[in-house]
């Protein structure tokens, strides 16, 4: 069958064999019961879609199943490049908020290291004033920059720490507005 022949040449390659194999097998099934009930092939072709799109929709939960089980940039990439290739809608409700949230973790990762860089070298300046001994006045008051570099420091590495764990947390989040997404352009409930 035509439509079989189609969907096999758009999920080879990216699905497990047995995983393919298992999908064909139902849509093989779908197409002998609507024969046996009467049903001509563009009758069945226009109740599931294009091959095309029915490849895509699968590809995209694949990944975004993936995503959620090994857990990666890699893999939330991937989910999220595939999601975008179900419709022009996702350009805005998919890729935007990924590109943002993706900076926004940046961000907080980079001043969390800075700090956490910053902080010793403010320790070690104000200790060497305190010694006596010339070096960047970085604070009027070296008693000060020793607390204030400390404060710094931990501050950097809780930054850094949070950042992790926020990290974690908006890629659970990522994963559920993925499907949702899915469920939403497909009109199909996402399977677990």
Not at 15 to 22: A, G, Y
Not at 169 to 181: C, E, P, R, T
Request: some cysteine; aromatic content about 12%.
């Amino acid at each position: 069958q035509e439509y079989i022949r189609i969907l096999r040449s758009r999920l080879e390659g990216t699905l497990p064999k047995n995983e393919l194999d298992d999908i064909l097998s139902d849509y093989t099934e779908h197409f002998s019961i609507g024969k046996a009930n009467g049903r001509t092939d563009e009758e069945l072709w226009r109740s599931l879609g294009s091959p095309d799109d029915v490849a895509r929709e699968i590809r995209v939960m694949h990944l975004v199943k993936k995503a959620e089980n090994v857990r990666s940039c890699r893999n939330i990439f991937h989910a999220v490049i595939a999601t975008l290739g179900l419709g022009l809608f996702n350009l805005v409700f998919v890729l935007v908020p990924f590109i943002l949230l993706v900076l926004m973790l940046l961000f907080v990762f980079i001043i969390g290291v800075i700090f956490t860089i910053f902080g010793p070298i403010a320790f070690v300046s104000s200790v060497l004033q305190l010694a006596g001994r010339s070096a960047i006045a970085i604070w009027l008051s070296p008693v000060a920059g020793l607390f204030i570099a400390t404060g710094m420091t931990s501050l950097g590495m809780l930054l850094v720490i949070g950042d992790y764990y926020l990290a974690r947390f908006f890629y659970h989040v990522g994963i559920k507005y993925l499907k949702w997404n899915i469920s939403t352009i497909t009109g199909t409930e996402y399977a677990a």
